[in-house]
């Protein structure tokens, strides 16, 4: 800051620390998903409901053998289905 663009009164100090403030206020995102993730949040959303997929399973095809993942799908179906959170 040159000697000409300091400020000269306590409300001009407040006015600059405001601006610098809100300059460095401003968040860097990795990416345009990133951003639009925090807006979501930010507007009140829930992170469980931004991310939910749903994948319709054909359980008569399903393989479980040897397939940890698919497992735990078919156990946590049936738990959802007995009511149990």
């Known amino acids: ?7 000269k009164t306590a409300e001009d100090l407040i006015t600059y620390f405001e601006e610098v403030i809100k300059e460095s206020s401003v968040p860097e995102y990795a990416n345009d998903e990133i951003a639009k993730l925090d807006q979501f949040v930010h507007d009140g959303g ?36 007995k009511n149990f959170k």
């Open 46 to 81: 829930d992170l469980k409901s931004y991310f939910k997929i749903d994948n319709d399973v054909d359980w008569d095809n399903i393989e479980i053998e040897d397939n940890e993942d698919n497992q735990k799908l078919v156990l946590k179906e049936f738990l959802k289905e």
């Open 1 to 7: 800051m040159d000697e000409e663009n300091k400020p």
